[in-house]
């Protein structure tokens, strides 16, 4: 074998050796995720049940559900979505459509791209000093879910600008040839058709928030909620003063949220309290990944209807 | 037929055409208010990503003014002792920033060069559907909840590892940094992924002409021509692994590392239980502090020690993210 024959083969070995490197690795990846999911399902699935789901804590781990956490991190959710979509869609429209390309743009994009960046329990912090003790808003649903809020703004803010940035030049070329103000352009074409993409990043960052425990900590989200919020128009009881709860008394309710509750088993010892925490664990892995693979399923739509 | 009845329609604003210039007059001067209210009202939200920046480095030095008074700066950066909860306490930050170190590096030794590997052999190797399939999957890892990567680190791979290393504590800073390096893989592998593939055909072509194989070509040609893209993705992953919280809380205990001035480098041994800075405020969050007081004042010091550490890493991971893409 002459020896150019020999570093020939040699670089075809290298090349396979690197293939079976990569996927190898790759699927070593996939497979931790496997694995996590398994030891969840393994040791959390016997707990899970419609008891579970729909029992407050408990110091009994057998009698420990889960109720109040789903419906606070259901109603954290709402005030999160209710504030961060307008405002980062806001933003994002703005940064790309309005602004013209000077130092303070520069300024805003430069921050956001370290706000995107800064840990979550930083936000914690802030929302600690700012929202619980200055506005006094104590460690209600309204400061919890206005501090993810803040925490998921940079993500709808970016992917609100791809998604604008995707839309061809021309479609606003058309729009402005037939006497459309920048708004109109705005409000009747850009937005309109950036809606799956924005859907997409709204979703991503929700999946994110639902899952963060960090900065509720940090303000102080409760772990042993025994009681749900008020309910819009529920009966309120005699003792209280009677009558009907107003619409928006849920904001200044306490609450817990799954993660948190998880947190809560995870840090406890004995058992049948881990047991508790792998179930939480389940449901909270099915929320975020399902809000995933619904965004996976937007951005495909998406792609398949839209053809510029 | 079609003709007089178009003639009829053009006929028509000639009637009318006081009016009607009247109400187009007013129809535009609405919508020049309408749309000078709405650039009014975007401008403000996007104004007010940086009334949260403000915000952030406002209270963070605002709230641990008093404590740098009370401690002392020099205390706070050089004592080598975190005892907050002691009869004396002491405030010295290094071994926090140890166990962020350390489980930092932990993590990194994973995620870096497994993140890299995969990120070349997705962008140069692997079948375009199939990597269109696995990115996205891979994804997934960063969108677990870290708090369920904690119990993992805790409850998977720690028993796993004492398998190997019995003497391990149940809490380790090697568990949480492994789980940690696992999920931050995502961040580097999908970002270093992008910058090599916006790296043009013809590098490539140029190397295989003269007799490059691939895995040559990936490594001296493409991955340098991407390298502001892959540092970006470094230092992002860098910014993620010193910020996270829960997988270290969880797994990793809150107990500070007890520093030995004779033997320093013990405090580099992940086998050994260490708080980290944000594992320092979630413990202190759950325990019973009040506000103003001093244990309240030293997480928001402790905070201000991660934003800084933080905010270089992310201007940094910026900066080298524009310039690779507006390289080519």
Do not use: C
């Not at chain 2, 604003?13 to 919508?31: K, L, T, Y």
């Amino acid at each position: 074998m002459t020896s150019i024959e020999r570093v020939i083969r040699f670089r075809r070995y290298q090349d396979i050796g690197f293939q079976v490197l990569g996927a190898s690795l790759t699927v070593i990846a996939l497979l931790v995720l496997g694995a996590l999911v398994l030891d969840l399902a393994k040791t959390g699935l016997g707990r899970l049940s419609w008891s579970f789901l729909a029992s407050f804590p408990s110091r009994k781990a057998e009698q420990a559900g889960i109720a109040s956490a789903i419906v606070g991190s259901f109603y954290v959710m709402v005030v999160t979505a209710f504030t961060a979509i307008p405002l980062g869609v806001a933003a994002g429209v703005y940064l790309e459509e309005y602004s013209r390309r000077n130092w303070f743009t520069a300024v805003i994009e430069i921050n956001i791209a370290n706000l995107a960046g800064v840990p979550s329990i930083v936000y914690g912090l802030m929302a600690l000093s700012l929202f619980v003790y200055t506005f006094g808003l104590g460690e209600s649903i309204l400061a919890g879910g206005l501090t993810l809020a803040l925490l998921i703004l940079p993500i709808v803010i970016v992917a609100t600008r791809e998604a604008l940035r995707s839309i061809p030049q021309h479609i606003r070329e058309a729009a402005y040839a037939m006497g459309a103000t920048r708004w109109q352009v705005v409000r009747y074409h850009l937005l309109p058709y950036s809606t799956g993409g924005i859907a997409t990043g709204v979703i991503i960052a929700l999946s994110r928030a639902i899952g963060e425990t960090a900065p509720l900590i940090t303000i102080g989200a409760l772990t042993f909620i025994a009681f749900l919020p008020p309910t819009p128009f529920s009966p309120r009881p005699e003792e209280d003063g009677g009558g009907l709860y107003g619409p928006f008394e849920w904001l200044d309710s306490g609450f817990t949220v799954l993660p948190i509750q998880m947190f809560n088993w995870v840090s406890r010892p004995g058992d049948a309290f881990l047991a508790n925490a792998a179930a939480a664990g389940i449901v909270l892995i099915v929320a975020t990944l399902g809000l995933n693979a619904l965004a996976i399923v937007v951005r495909n739509r998406m792609r398949r209807r839209i053809r510029w | 037929m079609v003709q007089p009845r178009d003639a009829a329609q053009a006929a028509k604003p000639v009637e009318r055409s006081v009016p009607r210039a009247d109400a187009a007059a007013s129809m535009r001067f609405r919508r020049a208010v309408v749309d000078r209210a709405m650039q009014g009202v975007l401008g403000l939200a996007a104004a007010s990503s940086i009334a949260v920046t403000l915000g952030i480095v406002y209270i963070l030095i605002s709230e641990s003014v008093p404590f740098f008074r009370a401690v002392g700066l020099k205390t706070f950066l050089t004592d080598t002792m975190w005892t907050p909860q002691f009869a004396v306490p002491r405030y010295g930050i290094v071994p926090l920033l140890m166990g962020t170190l350390v489980t930092t590096m932990v993590a990194l030794a994973v995620a870096l060069p497994a993140g890299s590997i995969i990120a070349i052999w997705l962008s140069e190797f692997a079948p375009a559907r199939l990597r269109e399939t696995v990115k996205p999957v891979l994804e997934l890892l960063a969108a677990v909840p870290t708090v369920v990567y904690g119990y993992f680190a805790l409850l998977f791979v720690t028993p796993l590892l004492q398998r190997l290393w019995p003497d391990l504590p149940t809490f380790n800073m090697l568990g949480a940094g492994l789980v940690m390096g696992i999920m931050i893989i995502p961040y580097v592998s999908s970002l270093s992924e992008d910058a090599m593939r916006a790296v043009p055909m013809l590098l490539r072509e140029g190397s295989f002409a003269v007799g490059g194989n691939k895995i040559v070509t990936a490594t001296r040609v493409v991955f340098p021509a991407a390298l502001s893209g892959i540092a970006a993705a470094y230092v992002l992953g860098i910014s993620r692994a010193v910020g996270e919280t829960m997988i270290v809380a969880v797994a990793a205990g809150q107990q500070p590392l007890i520093l030995d001035p004779a033997r320093p480098l013990d405090a580099m041994n992940p086998g050994q239980p260490g708080a980290t800075i944000t594992a320092f405020i979630v413990s202190v969050s759950l325990g019973d502090v009040q506000h103003g007081e001093i244990g309240y004042q030293a997480i928001f010091a402790a905070g201000l020690t991660l934003f800084v550490a933080t905010l270089g890493f992310n201007v940094a991971g910026y900066l080298l993210r524009k310039r690779f893409r507006q390289a080519y």
